[in-house]
């Protein structure tokens, strides 16, 4: 069964500082793999997605993820955090169905944005 | 063009009673899948359908049930509340294949 495990439910930065957030992975064909962000009373949306083209991934709002299969890992970093980041980040992993996929998410981590 | 679209937004309802969620995908998009996200944790897979069929399976007993219809369009149905059953319930559009899944904002229901 594929699965994913995000390092730290609590992240704290201060604005300006390097975002790093961390998933590893475990799977046993070639994963596809998501990062989403919850802002509270919403739902998820979509940051960036690997599907086996180029291992370092750019996303929306200035994040990026690097696919590493010698680590199975696939962190998210942003250069410089903002306060609008401010939300609960999400990696998942996808597994194919018929017609469709179904996925697998860590438990999240919650990112602050300090002054 | 319109997201995913879920109704109500918020229930509340008790326990041994009956809950009916609904969900309008992307328009073309033929595959819709339901997750439950109960507070503090990642969503939880529970049904998928494409083109009106199910298609996956999580682990939820069988009080949960699904159905798509012709529009694309869904329904989660679960029997029997349990206080357990509190969650925000989500679901996810997408076209097929490994397209990534667009969700919708939500219902939140509570069980007294």
């Known amino acids: ?115 | 063009d319109a997201g995913v679209t879920q109704s109500p937004t918020h229930l509340i309802k008790t326990r041994g009673q009956q809950v009916t969620l609904r969900c309008s995908p992307i328009s073309g998009h033929k595959s819709v899948s339901w997750y439950q996200q109960v507070l503090g944790q990642g969503p939880q897979f529970i049904f998928q359908y494409y083109e009106k069929e199910e298609r996956g399976r999580g682990n939820f007993p069988d009080r949960f049930s699904a159905r798509q219809f012709p529009n694309y369009s869904s329904e989660l149905n679960v029997n029997a509340l349990l206080l357990g059953d509190s969650a925000l319930y989500l679901c996810a559009s997408s076209s097929q294949g490994d397209q990534p899944q667009h969700f919708g904002d939500g219902t939140r229901l509570s069980i007294l």
């Open chain 1, 1 to 115: 069964a594929q699965s994913v495990t995000q390092l730290g439910s609590h992240v704290s930065v201060s604005e300006g500082a390097l975002v790093l957030l961390r998933c590893n992975y475990s799977s046993s064909v070639p994963p596809y793999l998501f990062w989403y962000v919850q802002y509270p009373n919403q739902g998820l949306q979509l940051l960036l997605k690997y599907t086996s083209a180029a291992t370092l991934v750019k996303g929306i709002n200035g994040f990026e993820a690097e696919f590493k299969k010698s680590e199975t890992s696939f962190h998210l970093t942003k250069p410089s955090a903002h306060m609008s980041d401010a939300a609960e980040y999400f990696c998942a992993v996808s597994e194919l169905t018929g017609g469709g996929n179904k996925l697998t998410f860590g438990t999240g981590t919650q990112l602050k944005v300090e002054l």
